[in-house]
């Protein structure tokens, strides 16, 4: 069945005035994924990452039930989608903000997502997203960057710190690899679905993985890099500003097979 895009708050089609205020106060989570063979890779990691920012933005406990039941009744009848789920506070004050949430929850479907290519070639930036651990509303930061990456002829924008040191990417996480050994740069980012899903298939497979501290001065050591995402599980990368990877196609391979051996959890 076509995917017509679509929005639900709290398990009712959007009204004006839900999105009125969605659109005014740019304060929120969001959390994204593909949708296909009735359920979602790592859905209980999506719904632990929605949780977590509740109590952290909110105050309060996420109602997880309705939430799912509100997103099967919005899937009912598609074979592939891609979901994108975002709380907000109904009536959130900017003058106010300490009094008490009502947090709506809104299900936007739209058709299944495009997959970035191969090769991307990416140019570092020294920028920070604000509340990093958060999938966050505040996007000003991350699409000025992208854009002036692009441009300037490139595919994509790397975050780093003021010293170098590599951080994430626009909307994706970044991984190294080092021979047979994946490298997680280290730093205040969001842990992402996808690189955490990755990593337990890494782990399964019993190839070897760390985290730690990753420069632009790094680069030299490593034959491969990847980005990853809901949309993108692993895009190879090309370049990073002058850097050109040799690339390493049998690292890749077992990276997106650790990504691809995560179970579809069901609705």
């Not at 960057?145 to 909307?171: K, N, P």
């Not at 040799?246 to 077992?254: E, F, R, S, Y």
Request: include cysteine.
């Amino acid at each position: 069945m076509a995917v017509e895009p679509q929005v639900w708050i709290d398990g009712h089609p959007a009204t004006f005035d839900d999105m009125r205020q969605m659109a005014a106060v740019n304060y929120g989570v969001v959390t994204s994924f593909a949708y296909a063979d009735g359920g979602v890779r790592g859905l209980d990691l999506h719904m632990e990452r929605l949780a977590v920012s509740c109590r952290e933005l909110f105050s309060c406990e996420l109602e997880k039930e309705p939430l799912l039941n509100a997103l099967k009744h919005s899937l009912e009848n598609m074979d592939q989608a891609w979901v994108r789920i975002t709380l907000a506070d109904r009536m959130l004050s900017v003058r106010a903000p300490e009094r008490p949430s009502s947090v709506a929850t809104a299900v936007w479907i739209a058709p299944p997502a495009t997959m970035l290519d191969d090769g991307m070639r990416l140019r570092s930036i020294v920028h920070q997203r604000e509340l990093a651990h958060l999938k966050h509303l505040g996007m000003t930061g991350v699409i000025h960057a992208r854009r002036g990456a692009r441009m300037a002829g490139f595919d994509d924008a790397l975050l780093v710190d003021g010293s170098g040191g590599i951080l994430e990417g626009t909307l994706w996480n970044v991984g190294f690899i080092d021979a047979s050994t994946v490298i997680w740069p280290r730093g205040d980012i969001l842990d992402g679905v996808t690189r955490r899903l990755i990593a337990r298939g890494l782990e399964k497979r019993g190839i070897t993985q760390r985290t730690q501290r990753v420069t632009l001065e790094d680069l030299e050591r490593f034959q491969g890099a990847f980005l990853c995402n809901a949309a993108t599980p692993a895009a190879s990368i090309s370049s990073i500003d002058g850097h050109r990877f040799t690339g390493n196609p049998a690292m890749m391979q077992a990276i997106r097979a650790a990504w691809q051996d995560q179970p579809v959890q069901l609705l």
